[in-house]
């Protein structure tokens, strides 16, 4: 695609729940990121893919959060047993190269989790 | 621990004058990097400019410029001829990585008037 897609837009679970949250970055990008988006928080690091291995998932903020890429492309974001804190915008980006001299990062719009 | 911080929640511009927005940080580092982006209500950031620390010549894009005070550790953005299609929500962020991770400061919430 044109640029990262983020899936769903939108959702709404219930606490307990797990969800995944999809991430298609541009084509041929091989660095990936995920952030959250919270009132609270601002804007949070939470993981980076270099190809399908994560060598930095530091800002992971529990074992309730986890997440892989494969095939050097599309990224799930899963959340389990969904806390009511967990309620935040998740961003993904896409940047073509692994380095930050020369290259550009690209967000998605973003998934808009709501735990209720 | 690096911080960045941005001192102003709003501020407001008058369509074709000129606005700055601050921001601060905090690093021990010699070389980094600092970004502005870009927020509009569709929630997708964009990249407006960025800066690398080792460069002394400020960056420009087009109506937008930066002020980089290295040893102030501050990084202001300033905006020529605002335009109704500037506002949004600003984030100042900064990273010592060679990749990605970075780190966002608060935001500040642009509104520019007609």
């Known amino acids: 695609g044109a640029g990262v897609s983020q899936s769903p837009s939108n959702k709404v679970t219930e606490k307990g729940k797990d969800v995944e949250l999809r991430c298609d970055p541009i084509s041929g990008h091989t660095a990936l990121y995920w952030y959250r988006q919270s009132l609270g928080q601002g804007l949070e690091f939470l993981i980076y893919?270099?190809?399908?291995?994560?060598?930095?998932k530091s800002g992971l903020p529990s074992d309730r959060f986890s997440a892989e890429r494969t095939g050097g492309s599309v990224s799930t974001l899963t959340i389990q047993r969904t806390q009511q804190e967990d309620s935040a915008v998740y961003l993904c980006?896409?940047?073509?190269?692994?380095?930050?001299?020369?290259?550009?990062?690209?967000f998605g719009e973003g998934s808009w989790l709501t735990v209720v | 621990a690096q911080t960045v911080t941005q001192s102003q929640p709003e501020m407001s511009v008058q369509e074709a004058e000129t606005v700055t927005l601050s921001c601060t940080y905090d690093?021990?580092?010699?070389?980094?990097?600092l970004f502005w982006y870009k927020q509009p209500p569709s929630r997708q950031m964009i990249l407006v400019i960025r800066?690398?620390?080792?460069?002394?010549q400020n960056a420009t894009e087009n109506r937008f410029s930066v002020n980089f005070q290295k040893a102030a550790k501050s990084f202001s953005l300033k905006i020529s001829d605002s335009q109704l299609g500037d506002a949004a929500m600003y984030f100042c962020a900064y990273t010592r990585t060679s990749y990605g991770k970075l780190t966002f400061g608060q935001g500040t919430i642009l509104t520019v008037h007609p």
């Open positions: 690093t021990s580092e010699s070389d980094y990097y």
């Open positions: 800066q690398e620390a080792y460069k002394q």
């Open positions: 980006a896409s940047s073509p190269g692994t380095r930050l001299a020369g290259n550009t990062i690209y």
């Open positions: 893919f270099q190809g399908n291995s994560a060598p930095d």
